[in-house]
């Protein structure tokens, strides 16, 4: 079955600075999700990229998908301290009718 | 409108127990997803009803299992507690499923902690 891989696993950045945060596929990608996690709490829904080439963007996160690659990026812009939290890839494992997740990047911003 | 509720919000046992965990969709959908997310690992697919049956369920043992009830609503189940079973337990609903799956809408979690 199809496998996420994030990268880095865990994030330390300054208030105000960008990050990205990656994530590569094992397998061709059909749609990827990317969610937000709260320690110890639900999954929050922000994006999904569905085409090859797709952008997308809400506030100040902005995420892409390269089915080439089979790789999706997410970036912040001016990050603050309500982007702290895990966030975590999702890609629907075709075949197999589920929902894998990357395990996730843990994002601290310092004020 | 309510979203996916789980119940109860923490849950304490020992070794050797059993634990029932409870899930609510979303109003209208009739598909719920059932996730374990051990500490310091990513969510690992549990099992998936649709429409009252089971559809999949993913690599864990035969001690843990559920069903969904007629409105929908689902239980899981994980019998002979063990140490590992430690972890926050999560639902997710979708409307229905289709040869796809659309984006997935989460509980909060039922935190299950086995001493």
């Known amino acids: 079955s199809q496998e996420l891989e994030q990268s880095p696993q865990s994030l330390i950045v300054q208030e105000g600075k960008n990050l990205t945060i990656n994530c590569t596929s094992s397998k061709t990608l059909y749609g990827l999700y990317w969610y937000k996690q709260k320690y110890g709490e639900g999954l929050i829904f922000l994006m999904m990229l569905q085409k090859g080439g797709e952008e997308k963007s809400h506030e100040k996160i902005t995420a892409k998908l390269d089915e080439k690659k089979q790789q999706s990026s997410l970036h912040i812009t001016a990050s603050q301290p309500s982007h702290a939290g895990i966030y975590l890839c999702?890609?629907?494992?075709?075949?197999?009718?589920?929902?894998?997740f990357g395990t996730g990047t843990r994002l601290l911003v310092s004020p | 409108e309510a979203g996916v509720t789980q119940s109860p919000t923490h849950l304490i046992k020992t070794r050797g127990q059993q634990a029932t965990l409870r899930c609510s969709p979303i109003?209208?959908?009739?598909?719920v997803y059932w996730y374990q997310q051990a500490l310091g690992l990513g969510l690992q697919f549990l099992l998936w009803?649709?429409?009252?049956?089971?559809?999949n369920r993913g690599n864990f043992p035969p001690r843990f299992s559920g069903r969904q009830f007629p409105n929908y609503s689902s239980e899981l189940n994980v019998n002979a507690l063990e140490l590992e079973d430690s972890a926050l337990y999560l639902c997710a609903s979708i409307q229905a499923y289709r040869r796809r799956i659309e984006k997935l809408f989460f509980g909060s979690g039922t935190q299950l902690s086995v001493l």
């Open positions: 109003s209208g959908h009739t598909s």
């Open positions: 009803y649709d429409e009252g049956e089971e559809r």
């Open positions: 999702g890609a629907d494992d075709t075949g197999f009718q589920k929902l894998v």
